[in-house]
């Protein structure tokens, strides 16, 4: 079982709401921080979200890159290689904000941007290096990916990104829907209980406790997932007939920089109005 003294990390600042939020309520805002993550629903105008749909139903029609395939990860359920039957399963679509302006347009909206100062403060920036992707889990082949904190590949001044998973038709539990474990970003968690890949081991008694507590996140088409770089998560592979579609993208308050000469710190970044 963890203690309390698992749970000392602080989280984003400052510690308590600010005096004026713009769009959260203080119950929301303190949701995000004692939780980790936090869903709105229908939060996508629908004419947005199908035009976001249609950009993603070409790039997997028409294959373009760049793309990520299930088999380049190999995660459990991926095909063992590009040339296996299913080889080519597309995992995502990268550079999503390059595929159409509709991305960069809604990522842009004060209805998203103000949710997120709520958090940050008004500096805000949208690093290209990480997410920024469309996520196709196809019906056979695609994989389970297992617990993880998306910092783990990361590198930033501190831990507090915070990710935006943009829901583009239902995601259910048997699709492959996230689950994440509310208040695990609030938890200091020895490198020992992860693996090699930096993911979080389920078979140490110490993180099946941790592990009890998750909770599936369904979403509706349009809503929108909240949620900060060190909550562990993790997913199915889809058992179902359709492909799911979720856009995500990351972003961090303008003062917490990435570390030179790290990956984080190599691609270009939006800084948001
Ligand atoms: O949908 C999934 O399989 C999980 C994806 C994920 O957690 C990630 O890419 O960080």
Redesign the pocket.
């Known amino acids: 079982m963890d203690t309390a003294a698992d749970l000392l990390d602080p989280v984003l600042t400052p510690a308590s709401p600010p005096e004026r939020l713009r769009r959260l309520s203080v119950a929301e805002w303190e949701r995000f921080q004692r939780d980790g993550f936090l869903v709105f629903r229908q939060l996508i105008p629908t004419a947005v979200r199908e035009q976001m749909l249609a950009v993603t139903l070409d790039g997997v029609e028409r294959e373009i890159g760049p793309i990520e395939y299930e088999a380049e990860l190999h995660y459990p359920g991926a095909p063992a290689s590009l040339a296996a039957e299913g080889g080519r399963t597309i995992r995502r679509l990268k550079q999503a904000h390059l595929r159409h302006s509709v991305f960069t347009q809604w990522l842009s909206d004060r209805v998203l941007t103000d949710r997120l100062a709520d958090l940050f403060g008004p500096r805000l920036v949208m690093p290209l290096a990480h997410h920024n992707c469309i996520?196709t889990?196809q019906p056979r082949f695609s994989s389970d990916?297992g617990w993880h904190q998306?910092i783990r590949y990361w590198a930033y001044q501190r831990p507090d990104l915070i990710s935006v998973w943009i829901s583009l038709v239902p995601e259910r539990v048997e699709n492959?829907c996230?689950r994440v474990i509310p208040g695990s970003h609030r938890m200091s968690l020895d490198r020992s209980r992860f693996d090699e890949s930096l993911f979080f081991r389920d078979d140490l008694p110490e993180n099946q406790a941790v592990i009890a507590n998750a909770v599936p996140v369904e979403l509706d088409p349009g809503d929108v997932l909240f949620f900060h770089a060190k909550t562990l998560?993790s997913?199915s592979r889809n058992h179902t007939e359709q492909t799911k579609y979720s856009a995500v993208f990351t972003f961090r308050a303008a003062d917490n920089l990435p570390l030179p000469g790290t990956r984080s710190a190599e691609s270009p970044e939006l800084l948001l109005p």
């Open positions: 996520m889990k990916t998306d492959g996230l998560h997913a």
